[in-house]
């Protein structure tokens, strides 16, 4: 057993929707022009065909290689991450593919919650999650509601040069890591009160926002294989801010990091400049953030990324969504997530939104827009 391990050590639990997990592109447009019967016996007669990799598949995989690494050196069994694929399909409708392609690409997945069209949100707490990848916008701002970590995967073209030797995690900080108190001071009342803002309260630190539990779990991972005297470490972090590193707004940022016992490998502060190049020389596994123009920077350099929509500015974009929806398919009333919503998202094109149409916003006073103080 390797040394600071013990077999009580927790794992850390990912969801993954199988959409986020694997591209199925293809299948929603049957499903988009034909109907959810096509849909079905597209997936029978396909069940001997492998999913290719989706956008979150490079973070599985990488924290499969951790896992690896790990049982190399005589860990427990309770391995470091446990992943459960979620999904609304019916176990039929697509459950055997799923297994198949699960399989052929050497991944480790012994969960699956199939839920026929029923919310995913109330397993995760049954399933002791950490954080849920999906590509159901609504269902994630449920979940982020109800204070589970959890991020929104759109399908992307993804760059092929990230790590294979270390798993790579990119955090943002407001309304990632962090609340979005102090944005909201920037977004009301402009630069000059959010730079006094934060000199006055620099020893204060920020409230913790819908991702600080996974980074904690990471960081205690991280302790963990230091003390196991894994050198390199398999994992490292990074938070790449548009914050600036300015008196009162860098030291905060550092101070609340140090506060949580959280110590974060490497620490951009970007003071608005464009995430993309940063994140493409960090070869990242998977971005978090909250902002349309930083997911669409991410986007252009082939970085995978999970959309955080988190804060006072967030409207109901996710729920309108549901509602075209609802309205497609002929019901008059609230219905309930569709066996095949986990593949009835559209790809996104960013560069084609307007100002803020990820999370809904409309720019007026007072709501958050793509224009930022991370």
Not at 153 to 163: G, R, T, V, W
Not at 308 to 313: A, K, M, S
């Amino acid at each position: 057993m390797v040394h600071g391990w013990s077999r009580d050590t927790p794992a850390v639990k990912i969801a993954v929707s199988s959409r986020a997990l694997f591209d199925q592109t293809k299948e929603y447009t049957i499903f988009k022009e034909q109907g959810v019967k096509a849909y079905t016996e597209y997936h029978h007669a396909h069940e001997e065909e492998i999913l290719e990799p989706g956008t979150a598949f490079p973070f599985i995989k990488a924290a499969h290689t951790v896992n690896a690494k790990l049982k190399e050196a005589g860990a427990p069994e309770n391995e470091l991450f446990e992943i459960v694929l979620m999904s609304h399909n019916q176990a039929d409708t697509a459950g055997i593919r799923l297994i198949r392609s699960i399989h052929h690409h050497g991944l480790k997945i012994d969960q699956m919650c199939l839920t026929d069209g029923a919310s995913l949100v109330g397993y995760l707490k049954a399933y002791d999650i950490t954080l849920y990848l999906s590509s159901h916008t609504y269902e994630v701002q449920e979940a982020l509601k109800a204070g589970f970590g959890a991020a929104a995967i759109f399908p992307q073209k993804m760059a092929e040069n990230q790590s294979v030797d270390q798993l790579r995690i990119v955090f943002d900080c407001d309304a990632v890591l962090f609340s979005d108190e102090a944005e909201q001071i920037f977004q009301t009342k402009g630069l000059g009160a959010f730079l006094d803002f934060e000199n006055e309260r620099m020893n204060e630190p920020l409230p913790e926002g819908p991702l600080k539990p996974f980074a904690v779990a990471i960081g205690k991972m991280q302790k963990r294989l230091e003390d196991a005297n894994f050198n390199p470490s398999p994992i490292r972090t990074y938070i790449v801010t548009a914050r600036s590193s300015s008196h009162g707004s860098g030291i905060r940022t550092l101070k609340t990091l140090r506060s949580w016992g959280l110590k974060i490998n490497e620490c951009n502060f970007l003071c608005g400049r464009p995430k993309g190049p940063v994140l493409s020389a960090i070869k990242a596994h998977i971005f978090f953030d909250d902002t349309q123009k930083n997911i669409e920077s991410a986007h252009e350099y082939g970085v995978p990324s999970g959309h955080v929509n988190f804060g006072e500015g967030v409207s109901s974009r996710a729920h309108s969504e549901d509602k075209q929806s609802e309205k497609q398919e002929g019901s008059g009333s609230t219905k309930r997530p569709q066996p095949h919503e986990d593949v009835a998202t559209e790809s996104v094109d960013f560069s084609s939104q307007d100002e803020g149409s990820i999370t809904g916003e409309v720019a007026t006073p007072g709501k958050r827009s793509s224009k930022r103080r991370k």
